[in-house]
């Protein structure tokens, strides 16, 4: 039997029903127009010359026809791709980029099928440009939008295919899909932030750790030529700086391994339930940055909730996928607490106050909205409002670490001008 080969630049013949079950190999290509343009694309065939056949048919000349693998989207597989997968995974911004793409396309009238065909050639990732020919594909062959990307977990989160369900139900797909792309763009526009914040303090680390290997395994060790000469009895400052040097130039390497184990214990702890909810509880109690990791876990929790609610997701189903994107065990676990009470009839409200995981401005918030009719708004307010919390706790957090770095480093360094200052010391009251 036959079978189909799709453009994914222009339409193509299709079967109403699927007649193959593995997926045929995807080739990207890049051709010339009847005009000379370049244009370029992915089309799935059997093989490389039934690709350029179809782009012939298409009035395309084809220049270049590559075949991409694509099994490392694949989901639930396991193979040699899956360590490349690592440094070609899709990342944020470019996901948050292409739905506000696909949003403006559906929103200006083009069916689905032709919003994701052009959005195809729109995106530069590749490996989010093969995922989309791959949800087209699904969406060519009678599944919905939501369940063709349900097929790769790791790309779109579960509140994603909930709200595009939800789209797809109610007939607002255009308006979820930007909502959607505001979603990730807040996220983006939070997650920098923090990373701005914290840059300083630790390029500002980074160099006093170089700066003190350079004092202790460069300037040291020829310090200590100079009192093995004198011949005289060191200080204690002395023999434990001295010491330290020799021990910091010998077994340098004992340090980056001991680094390296502590990295892989800690992540394998936190890998497990028990290790994951007893660092998480640790976090939160942690001055001022304890904070920081509750309001970013409410902003998350309340923003998703109050957006899957706007998009007509059931309380229940929101708040089962919006506990999962928390971020922190303990506000995760509140909110599964809360959302049982719901289910028995209870409010929001009052069952994220019983829990004390959530902060008092929170709940009182919560509450407001569930009795004046406008819950979903007032979830949205609520995340609005730690947002610009987590900047003044970010300023708080940056303004107490750098001083620490600063004090850490000057008792360092006047330790050791001390241990080479004293010898120094002693030699002058012998010699006078």
Not at 4 to 16: D, L, M, R, T, V
Not at 20 to 35: F, G, I, Q, R, V
Not at 106 to 122: H, R
């Amino acid at each position: 039997m036959h079978r189909h080969c799709g453009a994914h630049a222009f339409h193509g013949c299709h079967h109403p029903y699927p007649i193959h079950t593995e997926p045929m190999p995807l080739y990207e290509y890049s051709a010339l127009t009847d005009k000379g343009k370049t244009v370029t694309g992915i089309i799935d065939c059997d093989n490389a010359q039934a690709a350029r056949q179809r782009l012939r048919g298409g009035r395309l000349y084809p220049v270049k026809v590559s075949e991409v693998s694509d099994r490392s989207i694949s989901a639930g597989r396991f193979n040699l791709n899956r360590i490349t997968s690592l440094f070609t995974r899709v990342q944020p911004k470019d996901l948050t980029l292409a739905t506000r793409q696909l949003a403006t396309l559906v929103n200006a009238g083009f069916t689905l099928v032709a919003s994701i065909d052009t959005l195809i050639q729109l995106v530069e990732a590749p490996r989010l440009k093969q995922i989309f020919s791959r949800v087209k594909d699904s969406i060519e062959e009678g599944s919905s939008f939501a369940e063709a990307l349900s097929s790769y977990p790791g790309v779109f989160s579960p509140v994603y295919v909930n709200m595009v369900m939800a789209g797809e139900a109610s007939g607002t797909l255009d308006i979820v899909l930007e909502r959607l792309a505001e979603i990730g763009e807040r996220q983006l526009a939070l997650t920098n932030r923090i990373r701005a914040a914290l840059t300083y303090p630790i390029l500002m680390s980074c160099i006093g750790v170089l700066i003190l290997y350079f004092l202790m395994t460069i300037i040291v060790p020829r310090m200590a030529g100079i009192f093995d000469d004198l011949g005289q009895a060191l200080p204690m400052p002395t023999r434990v700086l001295l010491r330290s040097g020799e021990f910091l130039g010998t077994f340098w390497w004992v340090f980056p391994l001991l680094l390296i184990l502590l990295v892989v214990a800690f992540k394998r702890f936190q890998s497990t339930p028990k290790g994951a909810l007893i660092i998480d509880k640790f976090l939160l109690r942690v001055p001022v940055a304890g904070d920081l990791v509750q309001k970013v876990a409410v902003t998350r929790f309340t923003r998703t909730l109050g957006s899957l609610l706007t998009n007509g997701v059931s309380m229940l189903a929101a708040m089962d996928v919006a506990r999962n994107v928390a971020g922190n065990l303990v506000l995760s676990d509140a909110a599964g607490g809360a959302a049982s009470e719901v289910e028995k009839g209870g409010e929001l409200g009052e069952a994220m106050g019983q829990s004390g995981a959530f902060p008092l401005l929170a709940v009182q918030m919560v509450r407001v909205g569930e009795k004046s009719g406008k819950l979903e708004e007032m979830l949205g307010r609520v995340a609005d409002v730690y947002e610009g919390e987590v900047e003044s706790s970010l300023e708080s957090l940056t303004s107490m670490i750098e001083p620490i770095i600063i004090l850490v480093m000057g008792v360092t360094v006047g330790f050791i001008v001390l241990a080479i200052c004293l010898p120094i010391f002693t030699m002058n009251q012998l010699i006078g």
